[in-house]
């Protein structure tokens, strides 16, 4: 099993040995991704050579999630092992090696949800590929030829998402959990607060009466939180300071019809200038 991180500045494989033996080259690559964004962008560059696996489901914060030995399993099946970086994973860590796992600000290492930009997803599966092609070197050429298609679908649809966005360029937005920045930034809407405390430290009150005031004198109208978020907390303060509650995907495959990187982006951008509208 080899580990392939996908982290865009250290665009490197890290350690693991390879055991896809010469009976098996042949076959599917066996690949687990730790979260589904990963997986999809996997199957974008792999297609039909790979079968991807995710060990976080769609509906889950990553962040939260422990190294069970169901997980174990998956891992010590898969040729390679797809990892995010910047402490959003691991909990793969620990399934992949036995490491420990610190608790607290859960974004120390600096905000890892980078696979909400699309922008970034060339980077990301430039990186997949070279760590594809490293073990199934024979199968460069298809994988190249992929990922080509795909960031030729995802082109013409980042045509369309910045038109949907264009009209509420500059516009400030409330999020529940900090993990929207990069997709926020990308379409040119500002991050003007949020409903945690820190990266996975829940609200204090005083904290929540700040928000809703500084929601109120900026005239700020939606707060976008994620499926697993807590919704009670996010639909008061939405209602204390006259805006809305927009829920979005979080991962690839939360929500219904976002089962595809490209769909998940496309349901996020549409939701999120319907409720900005
Ligand atoms: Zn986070």
Redesign the pocket.
Known sequence: MRRILVLMLAATAVGGTLNVSGARAADKLRVVASIPDLKALTEAVGGTLVEVDSLARSTQN??DLEARPSLMIKVRRADALILNGLD?DDWADVVAQGANNPKGD??PAG???YTLDPGLAAQVTQNILEGLARIAPQNRAAFERNRQQFLARLEEAMGRWNKLLEPYKGAPVVVN???WLYFLTRFGLVQAGSIEER??IPPTPSHLVKLVNHMKQERIKVIVVEPWGDLKTVQRVAQEAGAQAAVLASSVGALKGTDTYINWVDSNVKMLAQALR
Do not use: K, R, T
């Open positions: 990553a962040h959003l859960v974004h905000n890892p949800h959990h900090n993990m990266p996975g």
